[in-house]
């Protein structure tokens, strides 16, 4: 999650040049039998040129020494490889982007229990919460 936010932070101000113009905004919510954690931004999005690239290790569109190509490729790892989950997104040049991070709840490969991290998946029967809501300029 921490890699989406940063790469959030970091389309804004390219965007806008200065983080506090824009907005982060990360939600939670039951569907079907998964949960789904979506953090959005109004950066700049993602050009439908480059879209189908942004998951591979390395690839990055950021001058060198401000980007490694690793945060999007290493969120799909730990959530698509370690948790048999899926990463979608939603993106719009010049509006912005929202990745949705799909995590089971029951079944094969579900994150049950406590993990080895101290933490596990339970419903709280909300169909839509909101994680953190932030006004704080930045």
Partial sequence: MLNLVVDAARAITDKHQNVSMGRITVRTRLDGGSVVVSASDTGGGISDGIRDRIFEPFFTTKRVGRGTGQGV????????????????LDTEAGQG???????????????TGPSRYGCGLKSLGRSDTTLVRDELKL
């Fill in 73 to 88: 490729a290493v969120v799909h790892s730990v959530i698509v490889e370690r948790h048999r989950g899926r990463v979608t």
């Fill in 97 to 111: 982007t929202t990745f949705h991070l799909h995590l089971l709840v029951d079944g094969p490969g579900a994150a």
